[in-house]
């Protein structure tokens, strides 16, 4: 089992910039591929990003794709989301999960598939 704790959102101005962690503790956090979703009022949680558990593959919705970036240190046991050229629209509680990796990574999109998730963190863009 894992536990994630997100930190970083806040309040920013459209066309900045915030930078999102995912702390991860518990079991070996390498052992986890990972995905950062996000969910606006009265949405459904969306995919934002997603990275294999060494960290080598990532992928992108296409609303993110080109401003922001996933990453990962494995001796940190922490995953972060850089949000560049933000966007009233990327407003949403922003949530971490987690998957146990499996022999081949895959694309992991809908909610259903990651077994733990974070509380969530507030991201709000102002116009």
């Known amino acids: 089992q894992v536990q994630l704790v997100e930190s970083g959102g806040g309040l920013v101005q459209a066309g900045g910039s915030l930078r999102l962690s995912c702390a991860a503790s518990g079991r070996t956090f390498s052992s986890y591929d990972m995905g950062w979703f996000r969910q606006a009022p009265g949405k459904e949680r969306e995919f934002v990003a997603a990275?294999?558990?060494?960290?080598?593959?990532?992928y992108y919705a296409d609303s993110v794709k080109g401003r922001f970036t996933i990453s990962r240190d494995n001796a940190k046991n922490t995953v972060y989301l850089q949000m560049n050229s933000l966007k009233p629209e990327d407003t949403a509680v922003y949530y971490c999960a987690a998957e146990p990796r499996s022999s081949v990574w895959s694309i992991r999109i809908r909610p259903h598939e990651y077994e733990y998730w974070g509380q969530g963190t507030q991201v709000t863009v102002s116009s």
């Open positions: 990275i294999s558990w060494s960290g080598d593959r990532t």
